[in-house]
Protein backbone atom coordinates (compact mmCIF):
# COMPACT_ATOMS: atom_id res chain seq x y z
CA UNK A 1 0.00 0.00 0.00
CA UNK A 2 1.11 3.66 -1.10
CA UNK A 3 1.52 5.93 1.99
CA UNK A 4 2.37 9.80 1.09
CA UNK A 5 3.47 11.48 4.24
CA UNK A 6 3.32 15.12 4.10
CA UNK A 7 5.52 17.92 6.39
CA UNK A 8 6.59 21.67 6.75
CA UNK A 9 3.70 23.69 6.39
CA UNK A 10 2.98 26.53 9.11
CA UNK A 11 2.67 30.22 9.69
CA UNK A 12 4.74 32.40 7.59
CA UNK A 13 4.71 36.12 7.32
CA UNK A 14 3.73 37.65 3.83
CA UNK A 15 6.71 37.84 1.62
CA UNK A 16 7.80 34.41 3.50
CA UNK A 17 8.94 31.11 2.01
CA UNK A 18 8.52 27.73 3.13
CA UNK A 19 9.37 23.95 2.20
CA UNK A 20 6.72 21.16 1.98
CA UNK A 21 7.74 17.66 2.03
CA UNK A 22 5.82 14.70 0.56
CA UNK A 23 7.76 11.47 1.11
CA UNK A 24 6.28 8.57 -0.81
CA UNK A 25 6.57 4.88 0.46
CA UNK A 26 5.26 1.60 -0.62
CA UNK A 27 4.95 0.61 -4.40
CA UNK A 28 5.14 3.36 -6.62
CA UNK A 29 5.62 3.71 -10.56
CA UNK A 30 8.51 5.98 -11.71
CA UNK A 31 6.06 6.61 -14.83
CA UNK A 32 3.70 8.61 -12.19
CA UNK A 33 3.29 12.26 -11.68
CA UNK A 34 3.18 13.64 -8.17
CA UNK A 35 1.21 16.63 -7.56
CA UNK A 36 0.83 19.15 -5.13
CA UNK A 37 -3.09 20.94 -4.75
CA UNK A 38 -4.45 23.14 -2.42
CA UNK A 39 -7.80 23.72 -0.61
CA UNK A 40 -8.47 27.14 1.00
CA UNK A 41 -11.92 27.44 3.35
CA UNK A 42 -14.70 27.35 1.73
CA UNK A 43 -12.90 26.72 -1.82
CA UNK A 44 -12.32 23.90 -3.96
CA UNK A 45 -9.36 21.88 -4.22
CA UNK A 46 -7.16 23.49 -7.16
CA UNK A 47 -3.50 22.38 -9.20
CA UNK A 48 -0.70 24.16 -7.69
CA UNK A 49 2.10 22.12 -9.35
CA UNK A 50 3.35 18.32 -10.76
CA UNK A 51 6.54 16.76 -11.28
CA UNK A 52 6.74 13.48 -13.18
CA UNK A 53 9.41 11.54 -11.16
CA UNK A 54 11.02 9.83 -14.63
CA UNK A 55 11.93 12.67 -15.95
CA UNK A 56 11.92 15.38 -13.35
CA UNK A 57 9.52 17.23 -15.71
CA UNK A 58 7.74 20.11 -13.99
CA UNK A 59 4.66 21.68 -14.59
CA UNK A 60 2.75 24.54 -13.08
CA UNK A 61 -0.23 26.49 -12.41
CA UNK A 62 -0.13 30.20 -13.16
CA UNK A 63 -0.79 31.63 -10.35
CA UNK A 64 2.39 30.26 -8.52
CA UNK A 65 5.36 30.44 -11.85
CA UNK A 66 7.64 31.76 -10.62
CA UNK A 67 7.45 31.80 -6.76
CA UNK A 68 6.65 27.93 -6.20
CA UNK A 69 9.71 25.70 -7.22
CA UNK A 70 9.07 21.42 -7.35
CA UNK A 71 11.48 18.76 -7.03
CA UNK A 72 12.38 15.65 -5.89
CA UNK A 73 14.73 13.43 -4.12
CA UNK A 74 14.76 9.79 -5.82
CA UNK A 75 16.59 8.54 -3.56
CA UNK A 76 14.70 9.42 -0.56
CA UNK A 77 11.37 9.24 -2.15
CA UNK A 78 10.54 12.51 -1.24
CA UNK A 79 9.11 15.77 -3.48
CA UNK A 80 9.09 19.05 -2.66
CA UNK A 81 7.36 22.44 -3.17
CA UNK A 82 9.56 25.17 -2.24
CA UNK A 83 7.19 28.12 -2.05
CA UNK A 84 8.37 31.69 -2.01
CA UNK A 85 7.46 35.21 -1.76
CA UNK A 86 4.21 33.83 -0.20
CA UNK A 87 1.07 36.09 0.20
CA UNK A 88 -1.99 35.85 2.37
CA UNK A 89 -3.94 34.47 -0.63
CA UNK A 90 -1.73 31.20 -0.69
CA UNK A 91 -3.26 30.39 2.41
CA UNK A 92 -4.44 27.08 2.16
CA UNK A 93 -4.10 23.36 3.42
CA UNK A 94 -1.68 21.38 0.95
CA UNK A 95 -2.04 18.41 -0.30
CA UNK A 96 0.51 15.93 -2.65
CA UNK A 97 -1.14 13.14 -4.77
CA UNK A 98 0.19 10.62 -6.62
CA UNK A 99 -1.11 8.86 -10.00
CA UNK A 100 -0.65 7.94 -13.32
CA UNK A 101 -1.90 11.67 -14.28
CA UNK A 102 -2.99 15.04 -12.45
CA UNK A 103 -6.19 13.99 -13.40
CA UNK A 104 -5.45 10.34 -11.79
CA UNK A 105 -5.09 10.78 -8.49
CA UNK A 106 -4.75 7.25 -6.22
CA UNK A 107 -2.89 8.60 -3.44
CA UNK A 108 -3.24 11.32 -1.24
CA UNK A 109 -0.90 12.79 1.72
CA UNK A 110 -2.75 13.92 4.65
CA UNK A 111 -1.88 17.82 3.98
CA UNK A 112 -0.79 20.52 5.32
CA UNK A 113 -1.62 23.83 6.68
CA UNK A 114 -0.16 26.67 5.38
CA UNK A 115 -0.90 30.02 6.34
CA UNK A 116 0.30 33.54 4.97
CA UNK A 117 -0.01 36.42 7.14
CA UNK A 118 -0.94 39.98 5.91
Known amino acids: QVQLVESGGGLVQNGGSLRLSCAAS????????MGWFRQAPGKEREFVGS????????YYADFVKGRFTISRDNAKNTVYLQMNSLKPEDTAVYYC???????????WGQGTQVTVSS
Open 51 to 58: IRWSVGST
Open 26 to 33: GPTSSSYV
Open 97 to 107: GLGPGITRIEY
